[in-house]
């Protein structure tokens, strides 16, 4: 009988010490997942995301169904059983030049404290990642529906001290945001967080340079709902 090499830890960044999930040797199938990925068939993502998407087999995550709701239950405190709303293949290929407003800065997926994305990096530069952020004029780490207006009033007069953002993907400090943690990427690491949580891709200069599918950053994006299926 094999031995898995799976593996989990827990960070909590920022003064809200909103916890993030990093689980190495998610799939521990990760040359089955990386083939089918890369024989999907990819078409542009919505408004929000900076590149081209494929569907993804929502029942991979049985790989881990044991695993996945006892941690997620002892880390943030998980109710029901697991709802998966999406799980998509992604690419990053916008150049920097091409981003829309939305897409140069830290973002949140939702406002909802039960919505959860699971990021799988299953190839990238080694340099990519995830990172998380405090807004400094309000001083959010997560957007809850009762922040949402003031987040929004805050972005507005950022605005209007600071200009427009730079063409850009977001990464480190500047007088909007404060890195509060980061998570590098690795080949089969899988990480957890709430939607509410400000967070950004980790996008290495030059790595949206004429690339194929054989040298993208691609990822499997799956949005889980605490909630009864």
Not at 65 to 84: A, N, Q, T
Not at 89 to 105: D, T, W
Not at 107 to 120: I, K, M, Q, R, W
Request: charge should be neutral; proline fraction near 6%; include cysteine.
């Amino acid at each position: 009988m094999a031995v898995s090499s799976f593996t989990y830890s827990v960070e909590n960044f920022g003064q809200e010490k909103e916890p993030v999930i990093i689980m190495d040797n998610f799939s521990e199938k990760l040359d089955l997942l990386l083939s089918h990925g890369k024989s999907q068939y990819y078409t542009p993502a919505s408004a929000y995301y900076p590149g081209l998407q494929a569907t993804g087999d929502k029942n991979y995550l049985s790989l881990r169904r044991v695993e996945l709701p006892e941690i997620m239950s002892s880390v943030f405190g998980l109710s029901h059983g697991l709802d998966i709303e999406s799980c998509m293949y992604a690419v990053v290929n916008r150049p920097p030049e091409k981003l829309a407003i939305g897409q140069r800065l830290p973002h949140y997926d939702g406002h909802e404290p039960t919505l959860f994305a699971l990021l799988h990096y299953i190839q990238g530069d080694k340099d990519a990642g995830t990172a998380f952020y405090r807004h400094r004029r309000t001083g959010f780490e997560t957007i809850t529906k009762a922040r949402a207006e003031s987040y929004r009033r805050g972005l507005e007069a950022d605005n209007d001290e600071f200009g427009v953002p730079k063409a850009q993907y977001f990464y480190g400090n500047d007088p909007r945001y404060e890195m509060i943690g980061e998570v590098k990427a690795r080949p089969d690491r899988a990480i957890i967080y709430r939607g509410q949580s400000l967070h950004s891709g980790c996008i290495p200069n030059g790595t949206t340079d004429n690339i194929t599918l054989k040298t993208a950053r691609i990822t499997l994006n799956t949005f889980l709902w605490d909630r009864p299926s």
